[in-house]
């Protein structure tokens, strides 16, 4: 029995007075969109992920199709990017008119795997088509950084990393090795403050790097590839004269919701540590689940954002498929997630690219038992408790004779 019910949200946004009084100090000021406010969150973000330059956009899938831009990708290029991710990471390659190439999954960790990687790369890498690949961070925890660094490198192609589910996360190449932070891995990262993301601006993104002439390109870039933007040229000393230096896009990121952003940037570390704890009452709570439910794990050389608490069900030892388990999770006031359906079996990659189920095994074989718990600063102990409870019920009242539950 799960006990008494409850409505448990997938995610409930942790905004404060701060946020608030921050937002009316922009709207008092007179200047809302991109400003000084914008740049005052770039210089503390840079400064909170150890990068050298940062850039805020309105999104993380604008950060990604710059940085594509500024490392050179042209129609019929090819990028790696992983199958087991979001639209966003594959969808940029295609603005360019460029190939996705896409690697297949580490079937515990679900990041893109570094042999099959290496074997992408290999393929690929004839002929300088091969331009760039984009390692995602899988639910805030970091891939192979040196793995991926050692594969760009050697294949000479362009290192960016898809950090949108990561503030902050860490990487250390032994146990002994100091912990990096995403961002000052690569050359590139990209960051997003969409709603549920570890810190949020309700949308937003942003681009780090260590190259101060992409950090130029992207700036010009991300508003209409003009020679000033609009703070330089309407603040009280700025000149009305403007050239466009290049066909450039409107990304930028507003004064209203970079005040938002410093904000929760100024208690990242808080909002992390209360992802860390609830995900290890989940998986301490989930352990009597043993053979129904596997947990997602934490390797030892990572330091994990826990923006997603992913798990994985053992259908083989259930009668219930998940759609069953994520209908019964709803009538007990769960909502529940799934991260995601890989790229090669959605429509437009399937039809553009003739992929089948069986060219990526383990992304095949392990998508239709992803289940995505909600996880949030603010969740309460009982709420995580009651969400722990019925995934056990749900699972053991479900469970085959065979695995003698």
Sequence with gaps: MTGEAMTIPFFRPSIGVEEKEAVQRVLDSGWLTTGKVAREFEERFADYVGARHAVAVNSCTAALHLALEAYGVREGDAVLVPTMTFAATAEVVRYFGAHPVLVDCDPETLLMDPDATEAAAAKWSGGGRLKAMIPMHYGGQMCDMDRMADIAKRHKISLLEDAAHTLPAYYRSHSTAPWRSVGETSPMACFSFYANKCITTGEGGMLTTSDERIAERVRMMSLHGLSKNAWTRFEAKGSWYYEIVEAGFKYNLTDVAAAIGIAQLLKANELWRERQALAATYRE?????????????????????????????????????????????????????????????????????????????????????????????????????????????????????????
Aim: hydrophobic letters at 40%.
């Design 285 to 405: 709570l989930l352990a009597d689940c043993d053979g129904l439910v596997e947990t997602h794990p934490e390797l030892e050389d990572r330091q994990s954002s826990w923006h997603l608490f992913p798990i994985k069900l053992n259908l083989s030892a259930m009668s219930i498929d998940r759609a069953q388990f994520i209908e019964e999770m709803k009538a007990a006031g769960i909502t529940c997630s799934v991260h995601w359906m890989p790229l090669h079996l959605h429509p437009y990659y399937v039809r553009e690219y003739g992929h089948r189920p069986e060219d990526f095994p383990q992304a095949s074989s392990v998508w239709p038992r992803l289940v995505s718990l909600p996880i949030f600063p603010g969740m309460t102990r009982e709420e995580v408790h009651y969400v722990a409870r019925t995934v056990t019920a749900i699972a053991t009242r479900h469970a085959r004779q065979a695995v003698g539950v």
